[in-house]
């Protein structure tokens, strides 16, 4: 995106931010109108993903079947309608198909289908899968001397998947440096805190212990963000995992870090007091 | 006498050899599908994914997501057992080119017992849409499944097995995707098999043959999609119909023939296969016998519908 890579960092934040909260205001414009969906994980991931999808990621709606283009593997399938959102945005599918989020004429399912919706790299849904789909999507690039990067966002609780931990393996062992995992620590899942249904600390031990890189940063500064996924991209040698610090439903001060708003939708009166809050650009350094 | 498995290497290396934009992997049983043969041949597109058959077919999603044509190994209780979530949710429902060649299927593991046999992978493997399943009844049929499982769109299982298995076919052989086989007409019976009872069926026609009984004798070697057409025309034809396989007689070949059979054309069936049972250890050749799964069980399955 040459665009944003000439704007000053001051600019870039605000730009960001904004797109940011763009996100955050579809996401529960969709959920609430569909009375279904997962608020709180779509929230939590939407500064990490504003900034894959509009800095930092080199893809384009004009071509999203490219085989050189820079690969988003929503592990966290739940948080499909932050990834919608950045689509529409990013003019892959039309804004206004925002509106039918899991409805029977729509093809925003509940879960992304990559078969229906263009700029949906792959298909996921049932957690723990996407760390291994992104190394395939890495070995697939290797083989065919392609330069694409491959970013996979995974859930904290998604993490308790053993599968998280063979892909993990499987991509040390074979050095995927274009690999850069993304967990969305918000330290919350269905059944309460991740810390006590079942702890997945010390994250950042574990991952060094299987061979990563492991960068930390707060998962809604997107200056952060941003310096980490280049950091990411300059490795060699080894797969990159950022952890992510971020909080649920981030930004609706009633609906932050409460396990409840994992996958309930806001109700009219909900939904309104929340867009009111998600009106106006955050303060500059939170 | 020849392994379906010794197809594996054979074809693989071949087919990238013609260039096709293959990429295997497997679940360090490289050595028992052969894909080790492959991996010297093709040290690039080969991945042995370590004893992981749930990120082994992750790994293969993401491959065929990025335009690769994947063959995933190891054996079929885990490949598909363990793995099922991995291909329903993924593989088959969006419709990726993961083709499934794991090796020991059914009961012809033999010794390594009801833990490492297979008598529901078809079963598991039907209720997918997208999935389409192969069951070779000997080397030359499982050579041309493989080649068209490369050539087919989408998800492929072809019905690997361990042991060496008699020739039914010769090396002029050609699959046709979907038809089910006429291999022995007849007029009293029709024997439907598939994998190693293909032989068995045909052995129990030469059986009853000599007691004046003409049966037709079927190898279903595409499950999925069934040939209905064939099934029913034979059936409509003998009036009796025998299923025989090594899998559960639940789901699996005769699950199928008798849903295609009692919607179209209800007629008498008795199908030989696991009765809803585990396997257990032996060597291969007393299982069957143990199991009912024999030509003699098929004739007198046979007989008793006469």
């Not at chain 2, 010769?170 to 007029?187: C, H, M, N, T």
């Amino acid at each position: 995106m040459a665009t944003t890579d000439e704007l000053s960092r001051s600019d870039l934040k605000r730009y960001l931010e904004e797109r940011a909260l763009t996100l955050r205001r579809h996401c529960l414009e969709m959920i609430g109108r569909a009375r279904s969906g997962h608020p709180g994980g779509s929230l939590s991931a939407a500064d990490i993903v504003a900034v894959l999808y509009f800095h930092h990621m080199h893809q384009s709606h004009k071509n999203p079947r490219d085989p050189d283009r820079d690969r988003f593997v929503l592990s966290k399938g739940h948080a499909a309608p932050v990834l919608y959102a950045a689509l529409a945005e990013n003019g892959y599918i039309p804004l206004r198909d925002l509106q039918g989020l899991r409805q029977l004429d729509s093809k925003l399912e509940g879960h992304p289908d990559m078969n229906k919706v263009p700029g949906v790299d792959i298909t996921s849904g049932s957690l723990g899968q996407g760390l291994s789909a992104a190394n395939g999507m890495a070995l697939a690039g290797r083989i065919d001397g392609r330069d694409y990067r491959v970013y996979v966002l995974i859930g904290d609780g998604e993490s308790q998947e053993g599968m998280i931990w063979e892909a993990a393996m499987f991509g040390a062992h074979h050095k995927l440096d274009r690999v850069t995992a993304i967990v969305d620590y918000n330290n919350l899942q269905i059944d309460g805190h991740v810390s006590d249904i079942i702890e997945v600390q010390p994250l950042k031990d574990k991952w060094r212990a299987f061979g990563w890189h492991v960068l930390e940063v707060d998962g809604h500064d997107v200056i952060a963000i941003e310096d980490a996924l280049k950091e990411a991209d300059m490795m060699h040698g080894k797969p990159t995992v950022i952890l992510a610090r971020t909080v649920k439903c981030k930004g609706v001060s009633f609906m932050e870090n409460k396990a409840d708003w994992h996958g309930k939708a806001p109700n009219d009166d909900e939904l309104r007091r929340a867009l009111e809050e998600l009106s106006c650009v955050p303060e500059v350094g939170a | 006498m020849k392994a379906t498995r010794e197809a594996i290497p054979a074809v693989l290396t071949e087919l990238a050899k013609g260039g096709a934009d293959i990429v295997a992997l497997d679940a360090d049983l490289a050595k028992s599908t052969g894909l080790d043969k492959f991996a010297a041949a093709f040290p690039d597109r080969f991945f042995d994914c370590g004893v992981a058959e749930q990120n082994m077919i992750g790994t293969a999603n993401g491959l065929a997501a990025a335009g690769k044509t994947v063959f995933v190994g190891g054996f079929t209780v885990f490949t598909v057992g363990r793995a099922w979530d991995q291909l329903r949710n993924v593989t088959c429902y969006a419709n990726l080119n993961v083709k499934i060649c794991s090796s020991h299927a059914g009961i012809s593991v033999g010794e390594d017992g009801a833990t490492h046999q297979t008598f529901e992978d078809i079963a598991l493997l039907r209720m997918l849409p997208t999935m389409k399943i192969l069951v070779p009844a000997d080397y030359w049929q499982a050579a041309e499944m493989l080649r068209a499982a490369a050539a087919l769109d989408g998800p492929v299982f072809v019905r690997i097995g361990r042991p060496k298995v008699p020739f039914v076919y010769d090396e002029s052989y050609k699959f046709e995707f979907g038809q089910a086989e006429v291999l022995r007409p007849g007029a009293d019976v029709t024997l439907i098999g598939c994998g190693v009872t293909v032989k068995m069926a045909l052995d129990a026609a030469t059986e009853l043959a000599e007691d004046g009984i003409h049966a037709e004798v079927i190898n279903a070697a595409t499950i999925k999609p069934l040939d209905e057409d064939t099934i029913i025309a034979s059936a409509a034809k003998t009036g009796r119909v025998v299923t025989a396989e090594e899998h559960s007689v639940i789901g699996g070949l005769g699950g199928a023939v008798a849903e295609v059979l009692s919607e179209n054309l209800p007629t008498p069936l008795r199908r030989v296969g696991l009765a809803d049972r585990y396997g257990k250890s032996a060597p291969y050749e007393e299982l069957f016998p143990f199991f009912g799964i024999t030509a003699e069980e098929i004739a007198a399955a046979a007989r008793e519908m006469l």
